[in-house]
């Protein structure tokens, strides 16, 4: 019943931008505080961003400030990320994520190459 799809990856050039998108059933994101995690090649889990119950509150690890923004649209039970200037070191797979309940999605690549 409790499920996190995200969807919107794929393959993007260096400088580029992509919208991912983590659609949420059986709870609802606006009571509930969300992350956007990543695991890039050979790599482990990195946190990338959180966003509060309302939205009012964001984080971001150093490594994207500035480049990414997350959001949150309740009337859709939706969480996003936002992904500019992306870079190479950016490619990965990106998970959303319910922190206090250990939801996951089931991830998805972002690719950003030549």
């Known amino acids: 019943q409790v499920k996190l799809v995200e969807s919107g990856g794929g393959l993007v050039q260096p400088g580029g931008s992509l919208r991912l998108s983590c659609s949420a059933s059986g709870f609802t994101v606006s009571t509930n505080w969300m992350n956007w995690v990543r695991r890039a090649p050979g790599k482990g889990l990195e946190w990338v961003s959180i966003?509060?119950?309302?939205?009012?509150?964001?984080y971001y690890a150093d490594s994207v400030k500035g480049r990414f923004t997350i959001s949150k649209d309740n009337a859709k039970n939706m969480v996003y990320l936002q992904m500019n200037s992306l870079k190479p070191e950016d490619t990965a797979v990106y998970y959303c994520?319910?922190?206090?309940?250990?939801?996951w999605g089931q991830g998805i690549q972002v690719t950003v190459s030549s």
């Open positions: 994520n319910v922190p206090i309940w250990n939801i």
């Open positions: 966003i509060n119950t309302d939205g009012t509150n964001t």
